[in-house]
């Protein structure tokens, strides 16, 4: 058998570079680059291979690691998890930094490939600078951290261990039920080690990502279910998008007449106008989603894990509804005792809809649906209209604004704060697969990196990112990286003066406003920051604006430069969309604060009509 003699970094580099995948019949690679910022425990040997092949696995240079783990879920997203990014990060802090992202991508389960670097696996210099060492425990480091956060968790100690653990990680990421972050780290004298690796490790392989079907005595037990059903109703979530099942489910819906709602993940599967579509639903939902949910007797969960924000905390649903769950996570299909399909959604989809043969739901309840959401659109178009709020403009004003000018291509990004609520309630998606909002970890941060992630994808569209004065502060890095790398995104900055969303919460629960808005925290003055001035500094074209009209101008000369461009406008901190379902949080037993004890004893009431578990 032939050999090739490198180092245990070459031979990882030498593999990432001959995996390929297929997209639309095109092959093309399956890892398109690397975002890497070097320290001593990655620059010497994986960055040597890694500049040997830059033409080919190309590496981009972020500004911190943590944003680099963003625009690797951004860009994962945005190619609907067909192609991966690999991020590199020293030892010890650096590594560390990636922890956040990589929560993201786990939770979200998205593919991100992590190799860092790590301590040495022979001791010799050890303690080495930057190691955590624990006084019981000499194998730990603070790579131990991510097998809380990754799908695959690996340490190389031999340069020969890489031709078992890669193919796994890759094998992980690629799997629809297993898809989540990879982590390796390599000790940095294994990094250095030459071995005699055989050729064939290195020969170039097509990956295809698998489609599992149901298990057959399910899908006859769920589509005699859906037979019985008088009033079923369809939840499209994530994996719709990312199994690209959108056009099987359209055909699923419309030939069997059930409304079909959307989770914030599952968001952009339809236009807004489909007459199938009904809005999304739970926490962050429309009131017509939410009505027919709290009327469903059979409940067909598609690609959704069914988190607090979709369900209401378990308050949306009837009591009594039975869900059916199709999902290539057995661990999601199983959840409140539905009935479990665990498959791929395309082609769990197919198989239902052929095994429903020509049974139509009663006409009168898709009705019903059209109407609610008809009721709900004239509430948003009302609430989007200008003169809403007195002073300066609202979320939802903006949101509206925005969405006149994109493209129906345009692609739009949020993920934390009182945005995502706004824009998965007001965004009207003209284009299926073109809305992003993170919020199954809800990253503040995510947005700006992941615009420059989505951006690289490198499709025929203008990324726009819309985040608040508190996220921009928290990173805003990126701008410069998507400058430098020639990726331009269109950044809106809403400033309504710190923590909004949350001071909401703080006192919609009976708190006193405290520590979010800017005014209530501990400062001589609330200072404004000229954000305007913050994002020319790093290059990249910027404008304020105070009015909807200024807006809608700036909007269309961000979308002719030629590079990231920011726009910043004043907004209202107390104006937000209604349709909200109940939430479960913590509320203060006893307090000295009666609107509290108020809150408390609201709060139990809510928690009465909640599905626990069954």
């Given at each position: 058998?032939?050999?090739?003699?490198?180092?245990?970094?070459?031979?990882?580099?030498?593999?990432?570079?001959?995996?390929?995948?297929?997209?639309?019949?095109?092959?093309?690679?399956?890892?398109?680059?690397?975002?890497?910022?070097?320290?001593?425990?990655?620059?010497?040997?994986?960055?040597?291979?890694?500049?040997?092949?830059?033409?080919?696995?190309?590496?981009?240079?972020?500004?911190?690691?943590?944003?680099?783990?963003?625009?690797?879920?951004?860009?994962?997203?945005?190619?609907?998890?067909?192609?991966?990014?690999?991020?590199?990060?020293?030892?010890?802090?650096?590594?560390?930094?990636?922890?956040?992202?990589?929560?993201?991508?786990?939770?979200?389960?998205?593919?991100?490939?992590?190799?860092?670097?790590?301590?040495?696996?022979?001791?010799?210099?050890?303690?080495?600078?930057?190691?955590?060492?624990?006084?019981?425990?000499?194998?730990?480091?603070?790579?131990?951290?991510?097998?809380?956060?990754?799908?695959?968790?690996?340490?190389?100690?031999?340069?020969?261990?890489?031709?078992?653990?890669?193919?796994?990680?890759?094998?992980?990421?690629?799997?629809?039920?297993?898809?989540?972050?990879?982590?390796?780290?390599?000790?940095?004298d294994v990094q250095e080690m030459a071995w005699d690796y055989p050729e064939a490790f290195f020969a170039p392989q097509l990956h295809l990502i698998p489609r599992p079907r149901p298990d057959r005595l399910q899908l006859a037990h769920a589509a005699q279910c859906l037979m019985n059903a008088k009033r079923p109703l369809i939840i499209s979530g994530g994996g719709v998008r990312y199994s690209q099942a959108e056009a099987e489910l359209e055909a699923f819906a419309v030939r069997h007449g059930i409304p079909v709602v959307e989770t914030i993940?599952?968001?952009?599967?339809?236009?807004?106008?489909?007459?199938?579509?009904?809005?999304?639903?739970?926490?962050?939902?429309?009131?017509?989603?939410?009505?027919?949910?709290?009327?469903?007797?059979?409940?067909?969960?598609?690609?959704?894990?069914?988190?607090?924000?979709?369900?209401?905390?378990?308050?949306?649903?009837?009591?009594?509804?039975?869900?059916?769950?199709?999902?290539?996570?057995?661990?999601?299909?199983?959840?409140?005792?539905?009935?479990?399909?665990?498959?791929?959604?395309?082609?769990?989809?197919?198989?239902?809809?052929?095994?429903?043969?020509?049974?139509?739901?009663?006409?009168?309840?898709?009705?019903?649906?059209?109407?609610?959401?008809?009721?709900?659109?004239?509430?948003?178009?009302?609430?989007?209209?200008?003169?809403?709020?007195?002073?300066?403009?609202?979320?939802?004003?903006?949101?509206?604004?925005?969405?006149?000018?994109?493209?129906?291509?345009?692609?739009?990004?949020?993920?934390?704060?009182?945005?995502?609520?706004?824009?998965?309630?007001?965004?009207?998606?003209?284009?299926?697969?073109?809305?992003?909002?993170?919020?199954?970890?809800?990253?503040?941060?995510?947005?700006?990196?992941?615009?420059?992630?989505?951006?690289?994808?490198?499709?025929?569209?203008?990324?726009?990112?819309?985040?608040?004065?508190?996220?921009?502060?928290?990173?805003?890095?990126?701008?410069?990286?998507?400058?430098?790398?020639?990726?331009?995104?269109?950044l809106l900055v809403c400033d309504n003066g710190g923590y909004a969303v949350i001071n909401r919460l703080q006192n919609a629960k009976g708190g006193a406003s405290f520590n979010n808005l800017l005014k209530d925290c501990r400062v001589k003055e609330p200072f404004p920051v000229d954000f305007v001035a913050n994002a020319e500094s790093m290059g990249a074209y910027a404008r304020k604006v105070t009015s909807l009209e200024q807006l809608e101008d700036a909007l269309k000369w961000a979308k002719g430069n030629d590079r990231t461009t920011v726009?910043?406008?004043?907004?209202?901190?107390?104006?937000?969309?209604?349709?909200?379902?109940?939430?479960?949080?913590?509320?203060?037993?006893?307090?000295?604060?009666?609107?509290?004890?108020?809150?408390?004893?609201?709060?139990?009431?809510?928690?009465?009509?909640?599905?626990?578990?069954?």
């Amino acid at each position: 058998m032939a050999k090739i003699r490198c180092t245990a970094a070459q031979a990882v580099v030498r593999y990432l570079s001959n995996q390929f995948t297929e997209i639309e019949g095109e092959r093309v690679p399956l890892f398109p680059g690397v975002y890497g910022i070097f320290g001593h425990g990655n620059v010497t040997c994986l960055g040597e291979a890694l500049e040997a092949v830059q033409d080919i696995l190309p590496t981009w240079r972020g500004q911190n690691e943590q944003s680099m783990g963003f625009a690797a879920i951004g860009f994962a997203k945005a190619m609907v998890r067909r192609q991966i990014m690999v991020v590199t990060a020293s030892i010890g802090p650096g590594t560390a930094n990636l922890l956040t992202a990589a929560g993201v991508a786990h939770t979200s389960r998205l593919p991100m490939l992590m190799i860092c670097g790590e301590s040495f696996a022979r001791r010799h210099p050890d303690p080495v600078m930057q190691q955590i060492e624990h006084f019981n425990d000499p194998t730990q480091t603070i790579n131990d951290a991510f097998k809380t956060v990754s799908r695959y968790w690996d340490r190389i100690t031999y340069p020969e261990q890489i031709m078992s653990s890669l193919p796994q990680a890759v094998a992980t990421m690629l799997d629809p039920g297993d898809c989540g972050p990879a982590f390796i780290g390599m000790c940095q004298d294994v990094q250095e080690m030459a071995w005699d690796y055989p050729e064939a490790f290195f020969a170039p392989q097509l990956h295809l990502i698998p489609r599992p079907r149901p298990d057959r005595l399910q899908l006859a037990h769920a589509a005699q279910c859906l037979m019985n059903a008088k009033r079923p109703l369809i939840i499209s979530g994530g994996g719709v998008r990312y199994s690209q099942a959108e056009a099987e489910l359209e055909a699923f819906a419309v030939r069997h007449g059930i409304p079909v709602v959307e989770t914030i993940a599952g968001k952009g599967a339809f236009t807004h106008d489909h007459p199938i579509h009904m809005g999304p639903i739970g926490i962050l939902g429309s009131t017509s989603a939410n009505e027919l949910a709290s009327r469903a007797d059979v409940v067909v969960a598609i690609g959704t894990r069914l988190m607090d924000f979709v369900t209401g905390s378990w308050t949306v649903f009837d009591q009594q509804a039975q869900f059916i769950s199709l999902n290539a996570a057995r661990f999601d299909a199983h959840k409140h005792r539905a009935i479990p399909l665990v498959c791929d959604a395309r082609e769990g989809i197919i198989e239902l809809n052929h095994a429903l043969g020509e049974w139509v739901a009663a006409p009168a309840w898709l009705a019903k649906g059209r109407a609610a959401f008809a009721d709900w659109n004239a509430l948003i178009a009302k609430n989007q209209e200008p003169g809403v709020t007195a002073d300066v403009p609202s979320y939802a004003q903006v949101i509206g604004v925005v969405n006149a000018v994109a493209a129906p291509e345009d692609y739009i990004i949020s993920a934390a704060g009182g945005l995502p609520g706004e824009l998965v309630k007001g965004w009207r998606v003209k284009d299926p697969g073109t809305f992003d909002c993170e919020f199954g970890f809800s990253c503040m941060g995510y947005e700006l990196s992941a615009g420059w992630g989505a951006a690289m994808a490198g499709k025929k569209q203008d990324v726009f990112v819309m985040i608040g004065d508190g996220t921009y502060m928290m990173m805003n890095s990126d701008i410069y990286s998507s400058v430098l790398s020639g990726h331009k995104f269109i950044l809106l900055v809403c400033d309504n003066g710190g923590y909004a969303v949350i001071n909401r919460l703080q006192n919609a629960k009976g708190g006193a406003s405290f520590n979010n808005l800017l005014k209530d925290c501990r400062v001589k003055e609330p200072f404004p920051v000229d954000f305007v001035a913050n994002a020319e500094s790093m290059g990249a074209y910027a404008r304020k604006v105070t009015s909807l009209e200024q807006l809608e101008d700036a909007l269309k000369w961000a979308k002719g430069n030629d590079r990231t461009t920011v726009i910043s406008i004043a907004t209202d901190a107390h104006h937000w969309t209604p349709g909200d379902a109940w939430w479960d949080v913590g509320v203060p037993e006893v307090s000295e604060r009666e609107s509290v004890n108020q809150a408390h004893r609201e709060h139990l009431e809510g928690r009465k009509n909640q599905r626990i578990g069954i």
